[in-house]
């Protein structure tokens, strides 16, 4: 009886601790982000603008598919005739007027007056998979992935595709692109992950480096890859070699919610975003971390960070949330 009242004792004091080590996390003087409002409860899942910074589109499940004209202040929804299919768009992007709406089950929209009017793009059946991710290259190019990892791309508006890879990497989690062109993918259950670079004929796979399944990985601003997995955990890869990685983080000693985005505002500033309303930011490249405790009773895990440019940027939560970044007035 005593001994089990003794790991009684201990698990109560290791779980104190650990919360009080949580609360003293500190805090973030000012929150930049103001919850806007939107004409959906649907998921939202991307947006992208033309080169016009007030003119945007959202995209969502449920064929959600919305408008902004002020810079994404007020959004209205737009309605296209795709017949009584519900579609889950999963990404859209914009090289000027011209404009790529990607999504499942298999469907890919195009535009050339900035949203004015949409075409249908016609997709092979034997695709492997469905539109996950499109970029927008510049006039009659955009870069597509699938939901299996297949990279293709177009130089004509759609009417033809060339596949970059020989293989499907297989179902992934989430995808990625830096700025450059290459690609890193997360596995489905996060067992591993996927790289590829132009000029490569195949996806090079990787172990992760810690019984931690991944749930997420991009690029930042700085060089460097990122890595969210399970946990709380965040590490960075080596600036100068992405197969060497640095010790890793955990910003907040807590397994209740998982961080599962991260976005740079600028190659110092990082945003990080979770469930529960997590969301905290590190201004000096990921060596030290705030926390915006003004956004946490949101009812929302925060899914997606975008920066459209420095001063511009959005959060996207479930069921219609959506956070727009106010710059503050001191460093406007």
């Known amino acids: 009886m005593r001994v089990k009242t003794l790991k009684q004792i201990v698990t109560l004091l290791a779980i104190a601790f650990f919360c009080v080590s949580c609360s003293q996390v500190s805090s973030l003087e000012s929150n930049p982000w103001q919850v806007v409002k939107v004409p959906t409860e649907s998921t939202l ?7 016009d910074p007030n003119h945007g589109w959202i995209v969502g499940s449920d064929s959600t598919l919305l408008e902004t004209t002020d810079g994404g202040n007020t959004w209205q929804p737009r309605e296209l005739d795709l017949g009584k299919q519900a579609y889950r768009f999963t990404s859209v992007s914009f090289a000027g007027a011209e404009g790529w709406i990607g999504g499942e089950p298999g469907i890919l929209l195009h535009t050339t007056d900035g949203g004015e009017s949409w075409s249908r793009i016609p997709l092979s059946e034997k695709l492997p998979g469905s539109p996950n991710t499109i970029v927008a290259l510049g006039s009659q190019q955009a870069e597509m992935t699938t939901t299996v990892g297949a990279i293709y791309r177009t130089q004509d ?10 293989e499907a990497v297989g179902v992934v989690r989430n995808i990625s692109r830096s700025e450059d062109g290459k690609y890193v993918a997360v596995s489905a259950r996060g067992n591993f992950y996927s ?8 996806w090079v ?23 969210l997995a399970r946990g709380g955990k965040i590490q960075f890869s080596d600036a100068n070699d992405t197969d060497v990685w640095e010790d890793p983080q955990y910003p907040e000693l807590s397994t209740s919610w998982g961080f599962l985005d991260i976005a ?13 309303a997590n969301l905290l930011v590190s ?8 926390k915006d405790r003004e956004v946490e009773n949101i009812p929302s895990n925060f899914y997606k960070i975008i920066f459209v440019k420095p001063e511009q ?14 710059q503050p007035k001191e460093t406007a």
Request: hydrophobic share 30%.
């Open 205 to 227: 796979q990787h172990n992760r480096n810690s019984s931690q399944r991944l749930q997420n990985m991009g690029f930042g601003k700085d060089g460097r890859i990122w890595v």
């Open 283 to 290: 201004q000096d490249g990921g060596e030290t971390w705030r």
């Open 195 to 202: 790289t590829w670079e132009p000029g490569q004929t195949s």
């Open 45 to 51: 899942q991307d947006i992208g603008f033309t080169d």
């Open 157 to 166: 508006d759609g009417k033809t595709w060339k596949a970059m890879v020989e």
């Open 313 to 326: 940027g959005f959060i996207i939560g479930q069921k219609g949330i959506l956070l727009k970044y106010e």
């Open 264 to 276: 740079y505002r600028t190659p110092q500033e990082i945003w990080l975003a979770g469930g529960s």
